[in-house]
Protein backbone atom coordinates (compact mmCIF):
# COMPACT_ATOMS: atom_id res chain seq x y z
CA UNK A 1 0.00 0.00 0.00
CA UNK A 2 2.84 2.70 0.57
CA UNK A 3 3.37 2.46 -3.40
CA UNK A 4 0.07 4.77 -3.56
CA UNK A 5 2.67 7.53 -2.82
CA UNK A 6 4.88 6.85 -5.82
CA UNK A 7 2.87 7.42 -9.38
CA UNK A 8 2.74 11.30 -8.86
CA UNK A 9 6.44 11.40 -7.65
CA UNK A 10 7.76 8.71 -10.08
CA UNK A 11 6.30 10.80 -13.13
CA UNK A 12 7.96 13.97 -12.19
CA UNK A 13 10.45 12.13 -11.46
CA UNK A 14 10.76 11.56 -15.24
CA UNK A 15 10.38 14.72 -16.80
CA UNK A 16 12.64 13.38 -19.78
CA UNK A 17 9.98 11.00 -20.40
CA UNK A 18 8.72 11.18 -23.62
CA UNK A 19 4.58 11.60 -25.25
CA UNK A 20 5.34 11.32 -28.41
CA UNK A 21 2.49 9.17 -30.01
CA UNK A 22 2.60 6.13 -31.67
CA UNK A 23 0.76 3.20 -33.13
CA UNK A 24 0.67 1.26 -29.84
CA UNK A 25 -2.94 0.84 -29.11
CA UNK A 26 -3.87 2.04 -25.92
CA UNK A 27 -7.65 1.97 -24.32
CA UNK A 28 -8.79 5.50 -22.98
CA UNK A 29 -11.07 5.62 -20.19
CA UNK A 30 -14.40 7.10 -20.54
CA UNK A 31 -16.64 9.17 -18.39
CA UNK A 32 -18.95 6.47 -16.54
CA UNK A 33 -22.41 6.19 -17.79
CA UNK A 34 -24.07 7.74 -14.72
CA UNK A 35 -21.78 10.94 -15.26
CA UNK A 36 -22.46 11.20 -19.00
CA UNK A 37 -26.19 12.97 -18.40
CA UNK A 38 -24.58 15.12 -16.08
CA UNK A 39 -21.22 16.48 -18.52
CA UNK A 40 -24.33 17.42 -21.07
CA UNK A 41 -26.06 19.68 -18.68
CA UNK A 42 -23.68 22.39 -18.91
CA UNK A 43 -22.55 24.81 -21.68
CA UNK A 44 -18.72 25.80 -22.13
CA UNK A 45 -19.89 29.59 -21.90
CA UNK A 46 -21.93 28.82 -18.65
CA UNK A 47 -18.88 27.33 -17.15
CA UNK A 48 -16.31 30.28 -18.16
CA UNK A 49 -19.54 33.05 -17.22
CA UNK A 50 -19.45 31.70 -14.21
CA UNK A 51 -16.09 31.92 -13.62
CA UNK A 52 -15.79 35.27 -14.52
CA UNK A 53 -18.40 36.25 -12.06
CA UNK A 54 -16.74 34.49 -9.32
CA UNK A 55 -13.24 36.70 -10.49
CA UNK A 56 -15.15 39.77 -10.20
CA UNK A 57 -17.28 39.29 -7.34
CA UNK A 58 -15.33 36.93 -4.74
CA UNK A 59 -11.70 37.82 -5.67
CA UNK A 60 -10.21 40.88 -4.05
CA UNK A 61 -8.55 43.77 -5.66
CA UNK A 62 -5.23 43.15 -4.40
CA UNK A 63 -3.47 41.14 -7.03
CA UNK A 64 -5.49 41.92 -10.49
CA UNK A 65 -4.21 43.86 -13.03
CA UNK A 66 -3.58 47.58 -12.92
CA UNK A 67 -6.39 48.74 -15.27
CA UNK A 68 -5.03 49.70 -18.88
CA UNK A 69 -1.76 48.50 -18.04
CA UNK A 70 -1.71 44.89 -16.86
CA UNK A 71 -3.19 42.04 -18.38
CA UNK A 72 -3.07 38.28 -16.64
CA UNK A 73 -4.43 34.81 -17.14
CA UNK A 74 -7.55 33.05 -15.10
CA UNK A 75 -8.28 29.12 -14.15
CA UNK A 76 -10.90 27.47 -12.30
CA UNK A 77 -12.48 24.16 -11.29
CA UNK A 78 -15.81 23.72 -11.07
CA UNK A 79 -17.59 21.41 -8.99
CA UNK A 80 -20.94 20.00 -11.04
CA UNK A 81 -23.87 17.80 -9.56
CA UNK A 82 -27.05 17.45 -9.72
CA UNK A 83 -29.54 19.24 -7.40
CA UNK A 84 -30.75 18.30 -4.37
CA UNK A 85 -34.59 17.00 -4.98
CA UNK A 86 -32.86 15.15 -8.30
CA UNK A 87 -30.39 13.59 -6.58
CA UNK A 88 -33.19 11.29 -5.39
CA UNK A 89 -35.24 11.49 -8.35
CA UNK A 90 -34.34 8.53 -11.01
CA UNK A 91 -36.61 9.43 -13.92
CA UNK A 92 -35.71 9.68 -16.99
CA UNK A 93 -36.01 13.40 -17.35
CA UNK A 94 -33.60 16.08 -17.95
CA UNK A 95 -30.67 16.56 -15.20
CA UNK A 96 -30.78 20.04 -13.28
CA UNK A 97 -27.65 20.65 -11.90
CA UNK A 98 -25.52 23.07 -9.52
CA UNK A 99 -22.35 24.52 -10.93
CA UNK A 100 -19.67 25.95 -7.87
CA UNK A 101 -16.55 27.27 -8.33
CA UNK A 102 -14.30 25.35 -5.82
CA UNK A 103 -10.85 26.95 -6.83
CA UNK A 104 -9.88 29.44 -8.80
CA UNK A 105 -6.25 31.21 -9.87
CA UNK A 106 -4.44 33.97 -11.73
CA UNK A 107 -0.76 34.46 -12.51
CA UNK A 108 1.19 34.35 -15.63
CA UNK A 109 5.32 34.00 -14.06
CA UNK A 110 7.26 31.28 -12.88
CA UNK A 111 10.89 31.62 -10.83
CA UNK A 112 13.79 30.30 -12.42
CA UNK A 113 15.88 27.59 -10.70
CA UNK A 114 18.06 29.62 -9.39
CA UNK A 115 15.38 31.28 -6.82
CA UNK A 116 14.01 27.54 -5.94
CA UNK A 117 14.39 26.76 -2.47
CA UNK A 118 14.66 22.78 -1.23
CA UNK A 119 12.37 23.86 2.07
CA UNK A 120 9.18 23.97 -0.53
CA UNK A 121 8.24 27.40 1.20
CA UNK A 122 8.44 29.38 -2.29
CA UNK A 123 5.99 28.71 -5.23
CA UNK A 124 7.80 27.72 -8.45
CA UNK A 125 5.01 27.81 -10.53
CA UNK A 126 2.61 30.82 -10.72
CA UNK A 127 0.73 30.34 -13.97
CA UNK A 128 -2.84 30.19 -13.43
CA UNK A 129 -3.90 26.76 -14.45
CA UNK A 130 -0.77 25.57 -11.38
CA UNK A 131 -2.79 28.17 -8.77
CA UNK A 132 -6.18 26.88 -9.71
CA UNK A 133 -4.88 23.08 -9.22
CA UNK A 134 -2.72 23.98 -5.90
CA UNK A 135 -6.15 26.12 -4.57
CA UNK A 136 -8.43 22.50 -5.41
CA UNK A 137 -5.81 19.96 -3.32
CA UNK A 138 -6.70 22.56 -0.54
CA UNK A 139 -10.46 22.25 -1.20
CA UNK A 140 -10.05 18.46 -1.03
CA UNK A 141 -8.08 18.33 2.11
CA UNK A 142 -10.35 20.59 3.21
CA UNK A 143 -13.38 18.36 2.12
CA UNK A 144 -11.67 14.88 3.30
CA UNK A 145 -10.91 16.66 6.73
CA UNK A 146 -14.78 17.62 7.16
CA UNK A 147 -15.94 13.48 6.15
CA UNK A 148 -12.79 11.62 8.18
CA UNK A 149 -12.62 14.26 11.36
CA UNK A 150 -15.82 15.75 11.99
CA UNK A 151 -18.23 13.41 10.27
CA UNK A 152 -20.10 16.19 7.89
CA UNK A 153 -21.40 16.44 4.76
CA UNK A 154 -18.82 16.40 2.32
CA UNK A 155 -17.69 15.09 -1.42
CA UNK A 156 -16.29 12.03 0.07
CA UNK A 157 -18.11 9.07 1.13
CA UNK A 158 -16.42 5.72 2.88
CA UNK A 159 -14.26 3.54 0.59
CA UNK A 160 -14.42 -0.47 1.27
CA UNK A 161 -11.07 -0.16 2.85
CA UNK A 162 -10.08 0.71 6.22
CA UNK A 163 -9.40 5.17 6.09
CA UNK A 164 -10.03 4.96 2.56
CA UNK A 165 -12.72 7.30 0.62
CA UNK A 166 -13.88 7.96 -3.04
CA UNK A 167 -15.77 10.76 -4.48
CA UNK A 168 -19.58 10.92 -4.54
CA UNK A 169 -20.60 8.79 -7.74
CA UNK A 170 -22.84 11.89 -8.78
CA UNK A 171 -20.57 14.66 -8.99
CA UNK A 172 -17.97 16.14 -11.70
CA UNK A 173 -15.30 18.50 -11.68
CA UNK A 174 -14.89 20.60 -14.40
CA UNK A 175 -11.25 22.20 -15.31
CA UNK A 176 -11.55 26.16 -16.67
CA UNK A 177 -8.45 28.40 -18.21
CA UNK A 178 -8.77 31.17 -20.12
CA UNK A 179 -6.42 30.45 -22.43
CA UNK A 180 -4.72 27.65 -24.29
CA UNK A 181 -2.59 26.28 -21.58
CA UNK A 182 1.49 27.09 -22.27
CA UNK A 183 3.46 24.12 -24.38
CA UNK A 184 1.97 21.61 -26.76
CA UNK A 185 -1.33 22.72 -26.87
CA UNK A 186 -0.63 26.03 -28.13
CA UNK A 187 1.10 24.64 -31.56
CA UNK A 188 -1.21 25.49 -33.65
CA UNK A 189 -1.55 25.91 -37.48
CA UNK A 190 -1.93 28.95 -39.37
CA UNK A 191 -4.16 28.41 -41.98
CA UNK A 192 -4.42 30.67 -45.08
CA UNK A 193 -8.39 31.65 -46.13
CA UNK A 194 -9.83 34.07 -48.52
CA UNK A 195 -10.66 36.06 -46.35
CA UNK A 196 -7.77 36.28 -44.32
CA UNK A 197 -7.52 39.70 -42.32
CA UNK A 198 -3.88 39.95 -43.30
CA UNK A 199 -1.16 38.86 -44.65
CA UNK A 200 0.69 35.96 -43.53
CA UNK A 201 3.63 36.01 -41.21
CA UNK A 202 7.14 37.10 -42.53
CA UNK A 203 9.77 34.52 -42.16
CA UNK A 204 12.21 36.88 -41.32
CA UNK A 205 10.85 36.69 -37.81
CA UNK A 206 12.02 33.24 -36.94
CA UNK A 207 15.51 34.45 -36.74
CA UNK A 208 14.75 37.65 -34.95
CA UNK A 209 16.05 36.61 -31.46
CA UNK A 210 14.53 39.49 -29.79
CA UNK A 211 10.58 38.00 -29.49
CA UNK A 212 11.83 34.90 -26.91
CA UNK A 213 9.35 35.10 -23.93
CA UNK A 214 10.33 34.57 -20.72
CA UNK A 215 8.85 33.47 -17.39
CA UNK A 216 11.30 34.45 -15.10
CA UNK A 217 9.80 36.73 -12.26
CA UNK A 218 12.67 38.99 -12.46
CA UNK A 219 12.66 40.12 -16.24
CA UNK A 220 9.91 42.44 -17.65
CA UNK A 221 8.92 40.08 -20.48
CA UNK A 222 5.51 38.91 -19.96
CA UNK A 223 4.37 34.82 -19.87
CA UNK A 224 3.48 34.54 -23.38
CA UNK A 225 4.35 37.14 -25.28
CA UNK A 226 4.05 35.05 -28.48
CA UNK A 227 0.93 33.41 -27.09
CA UNK A 228 -1.27 36.02 -26.66
CA UNK A 229 -3.13 38.49 -29.09
CA UNK A 230 -1.87 41.48 -29.17
CA UNK A 231 1.78 40.50 -29.86
CA UNK A 232 3.70 41.68 -33.23
CA UNK A 233 2.84 38.06 -34.33
CA UNK A 234 -0.52 38.06 -33.25
CA UNK A 235 -1.73 40.40 -34.63
CA UNK A 236 -1.29 38.56 -38.09
CA UNK A 237 -4.27 35.92 -36.92
CA UNK A 238 -6.12 33.72 -38.72
CA UNK A 239 -9.57 32.99 -38.31
CA UNK A 240 -11.49 29.44 -39.27
CA UNK A 241 -15.32 29.02 -38.96
CA UNK A 242 -17.05 27.36 -36.79
CA UNK A 243 -18.21 23.71 -38.17
CA UNK A 244 -22.06 22.78 -37.16
CA UNK A 245 -20.90 20.41 -34.29
CA UNK A 246 -18.71 23.07 -32.90
CA UNK A 247 -15.76 21.01 -32.50
CA UNK A 248 -13.78 20.90 -34.97
CA UNK A 249 -10.12 22.04 -35.58
CA UNK A 250 -10.22 26.36 -35.14
CA UNK A 251 -8.50 29.12 -34.41
CA UNK A 252 -8.84 32.19 -33.15
CA UNK A 253 -7.17 35.63 -32.25
CA UNK A 254 -3.93 33.54 -32.26
CA UNK A 255 -0.15 34.49 -31.73
CA UNK A 256 1.46 31.17 -30.90
CA UNK A 257 5.13 30.66 -32.75
CA UNK A 258 5.61 28.56 -35.61
CA UNK A 259 5.08 25.13 -36.69
CA UNK A 260 6.31 21.41 -36.00
CA UNK A 261 8.94 19.32 -37.46
CA UNK A 262 7.03 17.03 -39.96
CA UNK A 263 6.22 14.02 -38.05
CA UNK A 264 8.08 10.47 -39.00
CA UNK A 265 4.63 9.10 -41.27
CA UNK A 266 5.69 5.38 -40.55
CA UNK A 267 5.57 5.80 -36.82
CA UNK A 268 2.81 8.14 -36.17
CA UNK A 269 -0.74 8.06 -35.75
CA UNK A 270 -1.70 11.30 -38.71
CA UNK A 271 -4.07 12.90 -37.65
CA UNK A 272 -5.49 16.16 -39.45
CA UNK A 273 -3.04 18.56 -37.92
CA UNK A 274 -0.24 15.78 -39.03
CA UNK A 275 -1.25 15.65 -42.51
CA UNK A 276 -1.18 19.04 -42.41
CA UNK A 277 2.73 19.10 -41.13
CA UNK A 278 3.62 16.95 -43.74
CA UNK A 279 1.51 18.47 -46.89
CA UNK A 280 1.30 21.83 -46.26
CA UNK A 281 -2.47 21.53 -46.79
CA UNK A 282 -5.70 19.98 -44.54
CA UNK A 283 -8.12 17.93 -45.10
CA UNK A 284 -10.45 20.86 -46.28
CA UNK A 285 -8.01 21.95 -48.57
CA UNK A 286 -6.63 25.03 -46.46
CA UNK A 287 -3.26 25.97 -46.86
CA UNK A 288 -0.96 25.37 -43.41
CA UNK A 289 0.74 28.92 -43.71
CA UNK A 290 2.69 28.89 -40.71
CA UNK A 291 2.09 28.13 -36.79
CA UNK A 292 1.53 30.11 -33.54
CA UNK A 293 4.20 29.03 -31.87
CA UNK A 294 4.84 28.63 -28.11
CA UNK A 295 7.88 30.02 -25.74
CA UNK A 296 8.04 26.97 -23.89
CA UNK A 297 11.35 25.01 -24.80
CA UNK A 298 12.15 21.43 -25.41
CA UNK A 299 13.32 19.69 -22.11
CA UNK A 300 17.05 19.87 -22.49
CA UNK A 301 18.57 16.50 -23.83
CA UNK A 302 15.86 15.69 -25.72
CA UNK A 303 14.77 16.00 -29.17
CA UNK A 304 13.96 19.53 -29.81
CA UNK A 305 12.46 21.64 -32.50
CA UNK A 306 13.96 22.34 -36.18
CA UNK A 307 13.84 26.34 -35.71
CA UNK A 308 13.14 26.61 -39.12
CA UNK A 309 11.28 29.23 -40.62
CA UNK A 310 7.25 28.92 -41.41
CA UNK A 311 5.47 25.43 -40.23
CA UNK A 312 8.41 23.49 -39.63
CA UNK A 313 9.49 25.17 -36.81
CA UNK A 314 8.09 23.21 -33.70
CA UNK A 315 7.80 19.68 -32.87
CA UNK A 316 4.77 18.40 -32.04
CA UNK A 317 3.94 16.12 -28.56
CA UNK A 318 7.34 16.68 -27.14
CA UNK A 319 7.53 17.65 -23.24
CA UNK A 320 8.58 21.28 -22.67
CA UNK A 321 9.84 23.66 -19.96
CA UNK A 322 8.64 27.38 -19.45
CA UNK A 323 11.12 29.87 -20.49
CA UNK A 324 13.23 31.59 -18.55
CA UNK A 325 15.48 35.07 -19.97
CA UNK A 326 18.47 34.00 -18.45
CA UNK A 327 17.82 32.11 -15.68
CA UNK A 328 16.08 29.04 -16.95
CA UNK A 329 13.10 27.47 -14.97
CA UNK A 330 12.04 23.90 -13.93
CA UNK A 331 8.63 23.89 -14.38
CA UNK A 332 7.08 21.84 -16.88
CA UNK A 333 4.57 23.75 -19.36
CA UNK A 334 0.98 23.64 -18.42
CA UNK A 335 -0.11 21.43 -21.42
CA UNK A 336 2.37 18.56 -19.59
CA UNK A 337 0.95 19.48 -16.37
CA UNK A 338 -2.06 19.24 -17.49
CA UNK A 339 -1.54 15.62 -19.17
CA UNK A 340 -0.29 13.94 -16.33
CA UNK A 341 -3.30 15.30 -14.86
CA UNK A 342 -5.38 13.87 -17.03
CA UNK A 343 -3.49 10.48 -15.96
CA UNK A 344 -2.20 10.64 -12.23
CA UNK A 345 -5.17 12.61 -11.11
CA UNK A 346 -5.26 16.14 -9.62
CA UNK A 347 -5.05 14.97 -6.16
CA UNK A 348 -1.34 14.67 -5.57
CA UNK A 349 0.74 12.00 -3.84
CA UNK A 350 -0.39 12.88 -0.45
CA UNK A 351 -3.85 12.69 -0.85
CA UNK A 352 -3.53 9.44 -2.36
CA UNK A 353 -3.17 8.04 0.92
CA UNK A 354 -6.82 8.14 1.91
CA UNK A 355 -8.48 7.67 -1.57
CA UNK A 356 -10.00 4.46 -3.39
CA UNK A 357 -9.05 6.57 -6.59
CA UNK A 358 -7.87 9.12 -7.97
CA UNK A 359 -9.86 12.42 -8.80
CA UNK A 360 -9.79 13.12 -12.38
CA UNK A 361 -11.12 15.83 -14.31
CA UNK A 362 -14.13 15.09 -16.48
CA UNK A 363 -13.82 18.21 -19.03
CA UNK A 364 -11.64 20.94 -19.41
CA UNK A 365 -13.51 24.21 -21.28
CA UNK A 366 -10.93 27.21 -22.76
CA UNK A 367 -12.25 30.77 -22.89
CA UNK A 368 -12.07 32.28 -26.30
CA UNK A 369 -8.52 32.84 -27.79
CA UNK A 370 -6.04 31.16 -29.61
CA UNK A 371 -7.36 27.68 -29.87
CA UNK A 372 -6.97 24.60 -31.74
CA UNK A 373 -9.50 21.39 -31.36
CA UNK A 374 -6.90 18.94 -32.95
CA UNK A 375 -3.73 20.35 -31.04
CA UNK A 376 -6.04 20.61 -27.08
CA UNK A 377 -6.64 16.26 -28.18
CA UNK A 378 -2.79 15.78 -28.91
CA UNK A 379 -1.53 17.84 -26.28
CA UNK A 380 -4.01 16.23 -23.22
CA UNK A 381 -4.65 13.07 -24.43
CA UNK A 382 -3.37 11.81 -27.64
CA UNK A 383 0.35 11.84 -26.99
CA UNK A 384 0.14 9.85 -24.26
CA UNK A 385 -1.10 6.87 -25.33
CA UNK A 386 2.24 4.87 -24.93
CA UNK A 387 1.79 5.70 -21.22
CA UNK A 388 1.50 2.19 -19.65
CA UNK A 389 2.42 -0.15 -16.67
CA UNK A 390 0.32 2.31 -14.55
CA UNK A 391 -0.98 0.92 -11.04
CA UNK A 392 -4.48 0.05 -10.46
CA UNK A 393 -7.53 2.56 -11.22
CA UNK A 394 -4.90 5.15 -12.72
CA UNK A 395 -4.90 5.43 -16.56
CA UNK A 396 -5.21 8.09 -19.50
CA UNK A 397 -8.73 9.69 -19.41
CA UNK A 398 -11.38 10.37 -22.22
CA UNK A 399 -11.35 14.04 -20.81
CA UNK A 400 -14.20 16.26 -22.63
CA UNK A 401 -12.39 19.33 -24.35
CA UNK A 402 -14.63 22.34 -25.12
CA UNK A 403 -14.05 26.24 -26.12
CA UNK A 404 -16.13 29.34 -24.99
CA UNK A 405 -16.76 32.33 -26.98
CA UNK A 406 -16.75 34.65 -23.85
CA UNK A 407 -13.60 36.66 -23.60
CA UNK A 408 -11.89 37.11 -20.18
CA UNK A 409 -11.87 41.00 -19.19
CA UNK A 410 -8.32 41.26 -18.22
CA UNK A 411 -7.27 38.88 -20.52
CA UNK A 412 -4.10 40.35 -22.93
CA UNK A 413 -7.06 40.87 -25.94
CA UNK A 414 -9.35 42.61 -24.13
CA UNK A 415 -7.13 45.16 -22.06
CA UNK A 416 -5.43 45.93 -25.52
CA UNK A 417 -8.94 46.56 -27.29
CA UNK A 418 -10.01 48.86 -23.74
CA UNK A 419 -6.83 50.37 -23.84
CA UNK A 420 -6.61 51.27 -27.45
CA UNK A 421 -4.09 54.06 -28.26
CA UNK A 422 -3.60 55.10 -24.51
CA UNK A 423 0.11 55.79 -24.26
CA UNK A 424 2.07 53.22 -22.09
CA UNK A 425 3.62 49.60 -22.41
CA UNK A 426 0.96 46.87 -21.71
CA UNK A 427 2.71 44.42 -19.16
CA UNK A 428 1.34 40.87 -17.37
CA UNK A 429 0.46 41.20 -13.76
CA UNK A 430 3.14 40.07 -11.14
CA UNK A 431 1.02 39.05 -9.11
CA UNK A 432 -0.63 35.65 -8.37
CA UNK A 433 -4.30 35.02 -6.38
CA UNK A 434 -5.11 31.72 -4.85
CA UNK A 435 -9.11 31.38 -3.95
CA UNK A 436 -10.44 28.03 -2.35
CA UNK A 437 -13.34 27.07 -1.27
CA UNK A 438 -12.82 26.39 2.72
CA UNK A 439 -13.49 28.47 5.17
CA UNK A 440 -10.71 29.92 7.24
CA UNK A 441 -8.14 32.31 5.18
CA UNK A 442 -9.28 31.31 1.23
CA UNK A 443 -7.55 34.18 -0.20
CA UNK A 444 -3.67 34.14 -0.79
CA UNK A 445 -1.89 36.70 -3.27
CA UNK A 446 1.61 35.82 -4.07
CA UNK A 447 4.19 38.19 -6.08
CA UNK A 448 7.76 36.38 -6.87
CA UNK A 449 6.26 33.02 -5.29
CA UNK A 450 6.22 34.31 -1.73
CA UNK A 451 3.01 36.28 -0.12
CA UNK A 452 2.24 39.69 -1.47
CA UNK A 453 4.67 42.42 0.45
CA UNK A 454 7.38 39.86 1.27
CA UNK A 455 10.78 41.24 1.86
CA UNK A 456 13.72 39.36 2.28
CA UNK A 457 14.54 39.74 5.23
CA UNK A 458 11.26 37.68 5.76
CA UNK A 459 11.79 34.84 3.75
CA UNK A 460 11.98 31.65 5.67
CA UNK A 461 9.60 32.80 8.49
CA UNK A 462 6.00 30.97 8.69
CA UNK A 463 4.31 34.53 7.44
CA UNK A 464 6.07 34.20 4.34
CA UNK A 465 4.81 31.13 3.15
CA UNK A 466 1.52 31.23 0.64
CA UNK A 467 -0.93 28.80 1.59
CA UNK A 468 -0.93 26.65 -1.28
CA UNK A 469 2.84 26.17 -1.05
CA UNK A 470 4.38 22.61 -0.36
CA UNK A 471 5.15 22.80 2.50
CA UNK A 472 1.84 24.40 3.91
CA UNK A 473 0.29 21.87 1.72
CA UNK A 474 2.26 19.18 3.73
CA UNK A 475 1.47 20.88 7.07
CA UNK A 476 -2.26 20.71 5.99
CA UNK A 477 -1.95 16.95 5.68
CA UNK A 478 -0.39 16.44 8.57
CA UNK A 479 -3.08 18.65 10.49
CA UNK A 480 -5.68 16.02 8.74
CA UNK A 481 -3.61 13.25 9.63
CA UNK A 482 -3.63 14.35 13.70
CA UNK A 483 -7.40 14.79 13.28
CA UNK A 484 -7.87 10.99 12.48
CA UNK A 485 -7.85 8.83 15.38
CA UNK A 486 -4.45 5.90 14.36
CA UNK A 487 -6.38 2.83 14.19
CA UNK A 488 -8.70 4.70 11.21
CA UNK A 489 -5.74 5.35 9.54
CA UNK A 490 -5.28 3.85 6.14
CA UNK A 491 -2.79 0.92 5.73
CA UNK A 492 0.18 3.09 3.45
CA UNK A 493 0.01 5.31 6.66
CA UNK A 494 -0.05 2.88 9.63
CA UNK A 495 2.35 0.82 8.68
CA UNK A 496 4.90 3.98 8.41
CA UNK A 497 3.79 5.52 11.63
CA UNK A 498 4.32 2.12 13.84
CA UNK A 499 8.55 1.93 12.28
Not at 2 to 20: D, E, I, T
Not at 84 to 107: F, I, W
Not at 473 to 481: G, T, V, Y
Request: with cysteine.
Amino acid sequence: MRGKSLPNAGFKACPCFSFVPTNTRFMLRELPGDLEGLSTMWTADEIARLCYEHYGSRLPKQGKPEPNREWTLLAAVVKVQPTADQACDRSDGPVQVTKEVVSMGTGTKCIGQSKMRKSGDILNDSHAEVIARRSFQRYLLHQLHLAAALKEDSIFLPGSQRGLWKLRPDLLFVFFSSHTPCGDASIIPMLEFEDQPCCPVSRDWASNPSVETSDNLEAPEDKRKCEDPESPVTKKMRLEPRTPGGTAHRQSFGSQERGPNPPNVSSSNLTAEGLASVTGMTPSGAQVVDVYRTGAKCVPGEAGDSGQPGAAYHRVGLLRVKPGRGDRTRSMSCSDKLARWNILGCQGALLMHFLEEPIYLSAVVIGKCPYSQEAMQRALIRRCQNVSALPEGFGVQEVKIQQSDLLFEQSRRAVQTRKADSPGRLVPCGAAISWSAVPEQPLDVTANGFPQGTTKKGIGRLQARSRISKVELFRSFQKLLSSISEDKWPDSLSGEARE
